[in-house]
Structure formats: C-alpha cells, structure tokens
C-alpha cells in the first residue's frame, strides 16, 4: 500500500469511453474538405484563398465577440465555428468582395448559431444560413462566376473592394453548369464536372475530391451514410424519371448529381448532425426530401440551383421528422405516435 | 427475418468497449489468505436488509448464520470465519455512507476449517423447500446485482420455466472471473445447472458464452455428462450481452415485454457464479461466504481473480495485491460499464462485488463535456432502442415526470449511451438522476 492513504475519487460509471470526440469529429469534416479546397485554389488561385479566408475569419470574430466571458476560446477550439466559415466560403463565387465573405462569416456565426443557444440548439445549418443572408443581400456578386483559371495564381478582381462598395465593372464572367443548363441548354462533360474544370462556388467545383473526403468521413463514421445517399439515390432517381419522358429538356442522373453545390451539400451540409434527425428512419426521410426539393427547384423553379433552399427548408422539418419517427422501445410493440 | 437474426447470436445495438481482459484471464483462481477484520452488512443484496441472529461478543464459527432474512426478498447471511462479533451497528458503506452491518473479528488462531453442514438431499425436497433452503444458503445473483435467486424459483400460477439461462457471457470489460470459474470449476456448474434445471422443471439448460472465451466454451462442452439436456451457445462479443433480457434476445430471438420477467417467456436466468454457489450449498453444504473477485485495472501492482471471503475489507485485497500504484484514483465494484465507485478502502467485498478495478485520474476525469450535437450515436448504441439524448436534455430540465413518456422507467443503466457520446455528456448519469427521483418522490397524500 502506498504510504499516503489515496483520496478517492467517486465518479459513476461507465469509466470507459469510445476514442470520438466531438472536437475530433468537427476536425475530420475540415481535412476531409482539404482536398476539394485545394483544387479550388488551383482553379481560381489567390482569390479563393482570399474569400475563404475571410469567411473563417468572420465566423471566428464572431464566435470569439458572443463566447460568453468565462468560456471565451473555448467554443472556438471545438472546431465547429471554424467548419462554419470554411463550409460558407466553399459556398461562395470565388470573385466575392473579401468584406462580403467577412459579413457573411460573422451573420453564419450570430444568426446561424449563437441566438438560438450555441453549438446543438440551432435549427438551420449555419453556413447555409450565412450563404441564404448574402445572396438576399448581395444578389449580383454572389451571382457573378468569374472565368476558372487553373494554374494561375492571380487575386480576382472583386476580391479587394473596398468595405460596402460592390465590385468594379468585371471583364468577363463565366457561367456554372447549371446556369448553361438552364438558360441555354448546354450540357457540360461529365469529366469536366468531376475534376473540377468549371464556373461555380469555390467549393463545387471538383465532384470526385468531395466523394473522397465523404468517403473518409463515412470510414472514420463521422457522417450519416443514409443522408448522402438517400440524397444522392433520390436525385438520380428523379432526373432519371424525368429524361425517360424528355432527354433534351431534362437533366441526365451523373450531370445532376455532379454539377451545382449538391456533393457539397448532401455530403457536408446535409448531414450536419445537428440540424439533420437523429433517428435513422428521420434520417431516411429527411434525405428524400432534400433530393425531392433539389429537383422541384432546379428543373421547375426559376433558380438554377437550390440545393441551399433544400436543404434549410428539411432542417426547418427535422423537429417533426424526430418526433415522428422515435424508434420503437425494446419489449413494446410499435406504436404510432 | 427471425430465423435470421436467430442465426446471428446477438441483440441489436449495443457497444463494443475494448476487452481488458488480458490483464487477468490467464491467472488461475488463487485463495486470498485470511485477514483479521470481516463486516457483513445486513443489506448487500437487492431487497429488505437481513436481520441479525447473533449477539455482539458471541463467538462464531465459519460459515455459520449469522442473520436471517428480514422478508421474502431477503437472503440469509454467514459468517465468513471463525472468530467473534465484535460489533453490530453502522459501518461505511460502498457509497461512503453508513449502513447497518455485523463486524467479526476472526480468531488467529482457527483453522478456518469447517465440517460442511448437513444439507437435505435437494432432489427428495419439494419445491417450497428448496426454495427456502436457496434462501437460507444466502444465495444471490452474483453477476452484480445480487437479487435473491430463490424468489427467481417461485414462480406464479400458469407460468411454466421451459429454459434454463446461464449467463457466462461476462460483457464488462477488465473482468474475468466467471471466465476462470468455468474453467477451473465446469463440473461443479453443470452439476448446479441439473439441479435448478430439475427444481425448475425446465426441458433444457443453456449456457450462453461471449465467443472471446474460447477455452470456456470447450472446457464445459467437455464436460457435460451424458443425458444431460445442455447446450453451450457461443454469442457474439458486444457489450450488454451479459444483461439478462438481451442475452434471451440474442439466444432465443425473443424479446422480454416491457415489465415483465425472463420467467414470462419461460426462461429462468443465473449467472455462472450463482449456479456454482448452488451446487457449492446443495452438493458440498457451503452457504455462500465467499467468492471470486477480479481484481484488476492500471492501479493495482499484481492484479489477479481471488477467491474472497466475504466481508474482507477491499483495503486487505489491495494489500494482497502488492497495493495501490501511485496515482491512483478511483477504485470500482463492478465493471467499469455499470460498477460501483468506492468511497473507502475500508468498504468489504460484497456478495454481488465480481470485479475490484483500480482506474487512475485520467480515463475519468480528463475529458472536456462538449454541447450535445445530436450526431445519434447513443440512438444507435442504445440496446433498448431509447432516446438516450432527448433523455438527457429532459433530465437537465428536470422533467422527470415527462421522461416517463419516453420509456425512462425501461433503462436498464448500462451505459452504452455514456460509452458512445463524443461530447462526453454524462448521459445515464443523468437518467439514473430521474431514475432516482422518480423512484423516491412521494405520492400525494402520503
């Protein structure tokens, strides 16, 4: 026995943990969105580090300026006020006005997360929160996709606008795939999407480096693999019932799943556990109905893209998808609720 | 379906903690040398506290009565040595509080060899008289939570026992001494197991082992006697297979109802150690003063599985053990999953105390509680299919009375949900909290 008679401590069991923290989990979504980003600062360059910079840096300000005065730090080491602003920044043309990316960032952060209560309290995602606030609020420059320049490392030219002055006149603008769809009914290649070589958010725009970092997540058990893929199931399902009837008209299953924010978003937003159900059949449904709506909008709606419209509008329906879908209590039979 | 989850040998859900069990499930069974200072407390099983048959100063022999029950759900207790009552009265309790208890002090110089009592022949006893004689042997569940067996025996009119359980499937991690009892002991468990399968009237026993003991299983397979109705069913390794409705679930496919009884869908539940202690009492005439205790975890200098007397104080098992390694902070009965802390080294060893583990400061205190994110795991980890979060949140609000809704009262406090949060949230501390004070308010008008 040891000299000293050892004080003992009274904790209640279980002793034992599993390895996840939450912390961990917030850091696994951020490497596994490493890759897609750096193809993005590949095609845009400097900009995209600008905008994403800034977004990081607004949700962060943010995070700090609420933190109550006792735990101020605290909530920016659990990572997930950081994931915010890289989430938005992905979101967002890669051209934005840093002071935009900045507001942006801040509004995901205050708006997104802090009035409802913190981490675990808010009802919509973030991010998509702080990207729905810029577009009602900057509708012209989250909409002008500047031309990719892969290799060159060169600052857009709206990056560096002054603090509440839009961008000078752009030399040229491109398009994004769903915008050429749309409007003018050009089909971008399937390759092209994948890896990368087209207009968009700065974060869209490689579809093959966002299925690897949802494959990480999904072996590191990070995500819920039923909401990507009944996401992804549903949007193939629903443009495939749609090109039987008109293949001009309507987009090809591999073209809806790769263009626009959709990997993006069933991937990284969508399964955000705290604004998607908990219970596997909530999760289930609350897939579909993002697919559902991705479709309503894109291909009936007056808006290229709607995967930001989807999914906040399923996060407004999670309370009521988990109330209707507690799982059944061992030794009861099922009970309709 | 059914067939096929038949076929799997286990429960949905459930967690899979790291094993632990290398510390000590290689160490043979040792006897620990008899000490100086035994307590007996009157309440160490589940139910009404005993109550005292001895006076302070009266001289008792090994093994003797030393309290009778105090009611039906009650079990006898007996002396663990030879020596004298020194004292009857409060001594410190596992949870740091007092409780009533018969201090012995043994006499140096006894043998501590005793004449086993004469026990009737159980098989000519009926089946009231065998249940009193369970009764009076003292035995209890000695799995952890030690609930009279005998009242497990009386069964009420129309139901028929057509299974007898056992549960060697010793879930809880560090743990190993029912491991170790069924391989240094099989022919004294099987005997065990024909007289409750007798007594009970069951047309087969089922001995149900987590894969990971390979030898136990082996071990008792050869040694099943001939004619004997017994089936050794191997069942996948995963935390709670040990808890007693899910390993029905994992063996028979079926599930218990919610508030009813193993003996509701004719099956009759022990764990290995109970059904040793009954051939022990039926077979040798030893009530139950003693049993095997893992002692084990970083903290101790040279765990091993010991044979206790009861009522050792833990102080003289870590003793024995070559002491406390420094840093040492916290010591559990039980398992690490759903064990006891203990308040002092002057606590004894109960008849329900299957493990001692010593823990150091870090695996409990070093995590930082992190907002609940909602990410489902203790949804998915749940064995009972509860909403362990929402759980949670209501029991911080104290809405008790609401959680009663959401099938608290069908918690049966393994922990899974507490193992699997990555916001480290002390999830089924906080139910056992409502748990708690559902179980204590008073009725109005009381």
Redesign the interface.
């Given at each position: 026995m040891t000299d000293k008679e050892p004080r003992l401590l009274l904790f209640h069991a279980p002793l034992l943990r599993q390895d996840m923290t939450t912390p961990r989990t917030m850091r696994d979504v951020i490497v596994a969105l490493l890759p897609a980003t750096a193809a993005a600062v590949w095609y845009f360059g400097l900009g995209a580090v600008l905008v994403l910079a800034a977004s990081i840096l607004g949700a962060a300000v943010a995070e700090w300026l609420f933190a109550p005065r006792a735990s101020r730090g605290a909530s920016l080491r659990d990572g997930s006020g950081l994931l915010t602003g890289l989430l938005l920044g992905l979101t967002l043309p890669p051209g934005l006005p840093m002071w935009m990316a900045f507001l942006g960032g801040f509004v995901s952060i205050c708006l997104g997360k802090v009035i409802w209560g913190g981490l675990g309290h808010n009802l919509f995602n973030p991010a998509l929160l702080g990207r729905a606030f810029l577009l009602a609020t900057f509708p012209i420059a989250m909409t002008t996709w500047p031309v990719i320049t892969p290799g060159e490392f060169g600052v857009q030219a709206g990056n560096l606008a002054l603090p509440f002055m839009q961008a000078g006149a752009d030399g040229v603008s491109g398009a994004t795939p769903l915008g050429l769809f749309k409007f003018e009914q050009q089909v971008t290649p399937l390759a092209e999407l994948a890896f990368g070589k087209i207009g968009g958010s700065i974060g869209e725009t490689s579809g093959a480096l966002l299925l690897l970092g949802g494959v990480y997540l999904w072996i590191r058990r990070d995500l819920d693999w039923r909401i990507p893929v009944s996401i992804l199931a549903t949007v193939a399902l629903f443009s495939l019932v749609l090109v039987l009837f008109d293949a001009e008209r309507f987009p090809a299953p591999l073209f809806s799943i790769f263009s626009g924010g959709l990997l993006l978003g069933a991937i990284y937003m969508a399964t955000d556990p705290v604004t998607s159900p908990v219970t596997p059949k909530g999760a289930w449904i609350f897939g579909i109905g993002v697919g559902v709506l991705v479709m309503l909008i894109r291909v009936f709606g007056g808006l290229p893209e709607g995967v930001m419209y989807a999914i906040l509008l399923m996060n407004a329906a999670t309370p009521l998808i988990d109330r209707y879908t507690q799982p059944r209590v061992f030794g009861h039979e099922a009970e309709s609720s | 379906m059914k067939s096929f989850r038949r076929l799997r040998r286990s429960f949905e859900h459930g967690?899979h903690?790291?094993h632990y069990k290398e510390q000590t499930e290689n160490l043979p069974t040792q006897r620990m040398p008899f000490g100086e200072h035994y307590v007996m407390p009157l309440g160490q099983h589940i139910g009404v506290p005993c109550v005292p048959d001895v006076d302070e100063g009266e001289p008792v022999r090994r093994g003797q009565l030393i309290a009778r029950p105090g009611g039906f759900v009650s079990a006898a207790l007996h002396s663990p040595v030879t020596g004298t009552v020194t004292r009857i009265g409060d001594f410190r309790g596992v949870?740091?509080g007092f409780t009533q208890a018969i201090g012995i002090e043994a006499d140096p110089f006894s043998t501590q060899e005793v004449d086993p009592e004469a026990v009737p022949d159980w098989q000519s006893l009926s089946l009231d008289a065998f249940i009193e004689a369970v009764q009076m042997a003292g035995i209890v569940g000695m799995g952890g939570a030690a609930f009279p067996s005998h009242v497990k025996l009386s069964l009420p009119e129309g139901v028929a026992i057509r299974h007898l359980l056992i549960n060697g499937a010793e879930c809880e991690?560090f743990l190993t001494n029912d491991h170790r009892l069924m391989l240094e002991r099989p022919a004294a468990l099987l005997e065990g197991a024909e007289i409750m399968r007798q007594k009970l009237g069951a047309v087969e026993t089922v001995i149900g082992i987590e894969a990971n003991k390979p030898d136990a299983i082996d071990t008792i397979r050869r040694h099943i006697p001939d004619g004997h109705p017994v089936r050794v069913v191997p069942l996948k390794v995963k935390y709670p297979q040990g808890a007693e409705?899910m390993m029905i679930r994992s063996v028979f496919g079926v599930?218990?109802?919610?508030?009813?009884l193993p003996r509701d869908v004719g099956v009759n539940v022990n764990n290995v150690g109970t059904i040793v202690a009954i051939a022990d009492y039926f077979l040798r005439g030893m009530p139950l003063i003693e049993r095997v205790v893992t002692v084990a975890g970083p903290g101790v200098t040279y765990p091993a599985n010991l044979v206790v007397p009861l009522g050792t104080p833990v102080?003289d098992v870590?003793?024995f053990c070559g002491?406390?390694?420094?840093g040492?902070?916290?010591?559990?009965m039980?398992?690490?999953?759903?064990?006891?802390?203990?308040?002092?080294?002057d606590v004894p060893v109960l008849k329900g105390c299957s493990g001692l583990l010593v823990?150091a400061?870090a695996?409990?205190?070093e995590?930082r509680e992190?907002?609940?994110?909602?990410?489902?795991?203790c949804?998915?980890a749940c064995?009972?299919?509860?909403?362990p979060?929402r759980l949670a949140r209501m029991s911080r609000a104290r809405m008790y009375d609401e959680m009663k809704d959401?099938?608290v009262q069908?918690c049966v406090e393994c922990?899974c949900c507490?193992?699997?949060?990555?916001?480290?949230i002390?999830i089924?501390?906080l139910i056992?909290t409502a748990k708690d004070d559902l179980a204590h308010r008073k009725e109005p008008g009381e």
């Open positions: - | 967690v903690p790291a949870d740091g991690p409705k599930e218990v109802p919610a508030g009813q102080r870590m003793e002491g406390l390694r420094p040492s902070r916290e010591i559990v039980g398992g690490p999953m759903m064990g006891r802390p203990v308040a002092s080294l823990f400061e695996p409990t205190t995590r992190y907002p609940c994110i909602r990410c489902g795991r949804l998915e064995p009972y299919f509860l909403n979060s959401y099938h069908d922990g507490t193992f699997a949060c990555p916001s480290n002390p089924v501390q056992r």
